[in-house]
């Protein structure tokens, strides 16, 4: 069955609240909440890593000078500095692209991360929609993508299904005249990252973007970066203020990308997987959840009936679970759930059986 495309109305963005993120549903006094909304890992950032940052600020009466991360950066990846470009997390990069990068007919494959298309929007575009069906799994076929579409974006691992699409299918969408935009943002919690495009220059047009916040829990301090052909570079780099990235994000991007740091985001992709194995195992004893598999990033994707009660339920037993009906492509029936270790799952299988059992009776 084809894919549908769609283009919302010129003003906005339909019935979908395309600014509504994880972190709004533990703000404020829903802090003390078990956070399996957000993605960003558990835990983190691990004490090396805040001696980094912490060493760094006796250099702030200075302006920032990034060309060390950048150049460290870009060796992680294999690529000369001037292939890649730091960036105050991956959402500055999409606003870059939105407002830099030439584009007459833009479509962003759904459901994803809402933001890119919400940049694009903001700098005046008309934006089209590529809708994967829950039918199909959520995988994407390349010729669901309009020809005339001049920049196409995609993430992969896909947030919030986690599907993680083969590169072989997303190089398939390169051509010439096209920019083909990947968000990589959750490749790193992948195994091994396979099917990353990241360090890529064979493929034409395309723009690879990569966020260290989820990973290491820098969320507050933004930093992500780009990768892509050197003209492109130059454009987005034209259009960043002066010193975008400051001197403790710098110091961050250079831990990150050390031999110590890749190993030990390599092993916490490792038990990641093992997390969400048990997770999706539990999840499968309820006959009215039904998972988004195969999961490959550090969030699951269930449907069930009464999604919003039962988040509303979860939250009066301790937990903040991300609604999906904000996510083009999903309707109010659609929760994302991000992995945690074993010990935390199991009491959350257990406040989910409760709630569960309560919308049960409620609807006798």
């Known amino acids: ?34 956070d399996l909304a957000v993605n960003v890992r558990a835990g983190t950032p691990p004490a090396w890593l805040k001696e980094r940052i912490a060493d760094s600020l006796g250099s702030l009466a200075a302006y920032p000078d990034g060309r060390e991360a950048r150049a460290a950066v870009a060796a992680r990846h294999g690529l000369p500095p001037e292939r890649v470009l730091l960036t105050a997390g991956a959402a500055e ?18 459901p994803q991360f809402t933001e890119p298309e919400a940049a694009l929007r903001a ?23 309009p020809a005339e579409a001049d920049l196409v974006v995609v993430g992969n691992p896909t947030n919030p299904t986690s599907v993680l699409h083969p590169a072989t299918v ?20 992948v195994p091994g990252e396979r099917e990353a495009l990241c360090g890529r220059t064979d493929i034409p047009g395309l723009v690879v973007l990569r966020s260290l916040t989820k990973t290491w829990g820098l969320a507050g301090l933004r930093i992500g970066y780009v990768a892509a052909d050197p003209e492109t570079i130059r454009t987005l780099e034209e259009a960043q203020p002066l010193w975008p990235v400051s001197s403790p994000a ?73 609604r999906g009906d904000t996510f083009p492509g999903l309707g109010d029936g659609w929760l994302r759930l991000a992995v945690r270790d074993r010990t935390t799952t199991n009491r959350f299988l257990q406040a989910l059986d409760l709630a569960l059992q309560a919308l049960t009776v409620v609807g006798r």
Request: aromatic residues 4%.
């Open 123 to 145: 700098a005046g575009h008309q934006v089209g929609r590529v809708l994967l069906r829950a039918g199909d799994g959520f995988r994407l076929d390349p010729a669901d993508v």
């Open 170 to 189: 997303l190089e398939r969408l390169a051509r010439p005249g096209r920019t083909l935009v990947v968000d990589e943002a959750f490749m790193d919690a």
């Open 250 to 322: 710098l110091a961050a991007a250079k831990a990150c990308v050390e031999p110590r740091a890749l190993a030990e985001a390599a092993g916490a992709a490792d038990r990641v997987a093992v997390d969400r194995a048990h997770l999706v195992a539990g999840l499968r004893e309820f006959s009215e959840i039904r998972v988004v598999e195969p999961a490959e990033g550090p969030f699951v994707l269930i449907r069930l009936d009464g999604a919003a009660e039962i988040r509303d339920r979860l939250r009066m037993l301790g937990f903040a679970a991300r």
């Open 93 to 110: 990069a999409f606003v870059l692209i939105a407002r830099a990068l030439p584009a007459e007919r833009p479509y962003v494959v759904h």
């Open 1 to 34: 069955m084809h894919t549908p495309t769609e283009s919302p109305d010129a003003t906005g963005a339909g019935t979908h609240d395309l600014r509504h993120h994880g972190d709004a549903e533990v703000r404020g006094r829903d802090r003390d909440l078990t």
